[in-house]
């Protein structure tokens, strides 16, 4: 049973080009969460999504962060013209369909973006 | 708002001895309580969880996990530390009013010496 897959691993981008981040949320769950981590730092929340619609994206910064889970794929972080601030881990995590906040989150490996 | 406070950075404790990784907590509605642990270069791993009931919560690893409503708290802990539990902690807490976003602490080491 695998869990949550996210590629690329690492990821690296020169300041102004784009970043894509996958994410498989594990078999039969249905929310994908996505967040940040920053050196040092804990995970901040940037969007929770369902299958083709953006739930919370009260921590997506304003500008050049994007987020879909569509109805059949992956879901995809995407960041445009990135800067060296955007290095960050990148978690994203799933948990089983229902809104229910006794259910705990699994999280994916990561994806490590630097951005030289 | 919800938050969570994690007043250690690191915690160090020798092999043997039991350990307490602590967190306090802040929300409106009735708090859910999360440890996960990271070890270098992964991704989190689900500890245990508080959702109602009995005030000690028994999780992976040996670990266990002690809710205070009163003194809004959640420590970690575990009776006879191991090196191999050497890695960084964090608490988490989902507001109980349907938020499903999980608010992080900022983490806590927990170094154990042979």
């Known amino acids: 049973n695998a869990g949550v897959m996210q590629n690329p691993r690492h990821l690296v981008r020169r300041r102004g080009q784009e970043a894509r981040l996958r994410c498989s949320p594990m078999?039969?769950?249905?929310?994908v969460y996505w967040y940040r981590q920053l050196p040092e730092e804990g995970l901040k929340f940037m969007v929770y999504?369902?299958?083709?619609?953006?739930?919370?994206e009260s921590g997506m910064p304003k500008e050049r962060f994007s987020a879909e889970f569509p109805k059949e794929g992956p879901s995809i972080l995407r960041i445009q013209q990135v800067v060296r601030g955007d290095s960050a881990a990148y978690f994203c995590?799933?948990?089983?369909?229902?809104?229910?906040?006794?259910?705990?989150?699994?999280f994916g490996p990561g994806t490590r973006l630097t951005v030289t | 708002a919800q938050s969570v406070a994690q007043p250690e950075d690191q915690v160090n404790v020798a092999e043997g001895n039991p350990l307490t990784v602590k967190c306090t907590y802040s929300?409106?509605?009735?708090?859910?309580l999360f440890w996960y642990v990271q070890y270098p270069n992964r991704g989190l791993q689900f500890l245990l969880k508080?959702?109602?009931?009995?005030?000690l919560v028994k999780g992976s690893y040996g670990f266990e996990a002690e809710f205070n409503k009163s003194q809004t708290s959640f420590h970690l802990k575990k009776p006879s530390a191991l090196v191999s539990d050497s890695a960084l902690y964090f608490c988490?807490?989902?507001?109980?009013?349907?938020?499903?976003?999980?608010?992080f602490g900022t983490g806590t080491r927990l170094l154990v010496s042979p």
């Open positions: 995590a799933s948990s089983p369909p229902g809104v229910n906040p006794t259910y705990e989150q699994y």
């Open positions: 078999k039969g769950h249905s929310h």
């Open positions: 999504l369902q299958k083709e619609n953006i739930i919370d």
């Open positions: 929300v409106s509605g009735n708090p859910y």
């Open positions: 508080y959702i109602t009931g009995d005030n």
């Open positions: 988490a807490v989902r507001d109980g009013r349907g938020f499903q976003k999980l608010v």
